[in-house]
């Protein structure tokens, strides 16, 4: 099994603009793809830093001596870079999709597709997980992830339904929830609806929006002048958060003005308008299909 197709993997590794000596960080390793192609671009004296908090990407490591992994959540990368005593970097590159290894393994219970636990833990380590999500969370929360994580119209319904199901018995299994919720979806569209509920849940049991906003803020502190940050996200959340980071500087868009009235940010924007997938490469790997890319670089 393909651990994982890297989505734009051209466009965004150019879009580093790679100094061959520099120093560049891969925040989400996974199969290695990015990071192989990053490599290919630097001399005897650059160095690549990669993370996952998956201990299975480590089985696609890349024996390099320019090159080191990290098991970690890439929220905390700039407590590795002090431990390693390194101040700045030249680029970041961070592809926020779950890996087709992850929706691909039933035991690890991303996906509907699939009969398997109620997991979706990306770090295998960690205490939350859906399982939890779904039996422990109240009704009031249940609704505000399903509306926040999924943007479900009927969220609502949905949470009121799982806790009504769970007083009976507790939903412990994938096609557990699936059956469970998917009564409240027209046939049509039934495929999509449960995509948004597991999407939801799976954000929250990885606290993904949080780690975002932490990874973007410290980036911020360690690019160099004109260091590029690089980002691949697949869901509207993502891409709105990263779009006005890298815009104005914070999570909102508010802009933020100088004494003469001009909008301020510590970023340039080098695509203004988002790069997505070409129908070629939709075509060969349909998982792209949703991928926006945005680059930055740092003032």
């Known amino acids: 099994m393909a651990y994982h197709v890297p989505v734009l993997l051209h466009e965004s590794v150019e879009g580093l603009n790679i100094n061959p000596d520099g120093t560049y960080l891969d925040m989400t390793f996974g199969g290695g793809g990015h990071s192989r192609e990053i490599i290919n ?9 990669a993370f996952d908090q998956d201990k299975e990407a480590f089985a696609n490591a890349i024996d390099d001596s320019r090159f080191m992994l990290i098991h970690s959540n890439f929220k905390f990368f700039r407590n590795f870079l002090r431990y390693y005593k390194i101040k700045q970097v030249d680029g970041i590159l961070a592809d926020l999709g779950v890996s087709s290894r992850h929706f691909d393994s039933p035991e690890r219970g991303f996906s509907f ?14 205490s939350l997980s859906a399982i939890q999500v779904v039996n422990k969370y109240d009704e009031r929360l249940l609704t505000e992830i399903l509306t926040l994580y999924g943007e479900l119209p009927n969220a609502r319904k949905i949470a009121n339904k799982i806790i009504r199901h769970r007083e009976q018995e507790q939903i ?43 990874m973007l803020l410290q980036a911020e502190k360690t690019l160099q002048s004109k260091g590029r940050l690089v980002v691949l996200s697949y869901h509207s959340l993502e891409d709105r958060l990263v779009k006005n980071f890298v815009r104005t500087g914070n999570f909102k868009g508010d802009k933020q003005t100088d ?3 001009n909008v301020t940010s510590p970023f340039n924007q ?6 997505v997938p070409s129908e070629k490469e939709i075509e060969e790997n ?11 670089e740092k003032e």
């Not at 597709?113 to 960690?126: C, K, V």
């Not at 349909?286 to 930055?296: D, F, V």
């Open 172 to 214: 412990d299994t994938v096609e557990g929830l699936a059956e469970v919720v998917g009564t409240l979806f027209p046939p049509q569209v039934k495929n999509k609806m449960l995509a948004m509920v597991f999407q939801a849940i799976r954000i929250e049991v990885n606290s993904e929006m949080e780690a975002l906003k932490q």
């Open 270 to 275: 080098i695509n203004r308008k988002v790069i």
């Open 286 to 296: 349909p998982r792209a299909r949703s991928a926006k890319l945005r680059i930055a």
């Open 113 to 126: 597709r699939f009969e398997g636990p109620l997991d979706m833990r990306m770090n295998r380590d960690a």
């Open 41 to 49: 671009h630097l001399s005897a004296k650059g160095r690549l830093i």
């Open 259 to 261: 004494f003469y009235g």
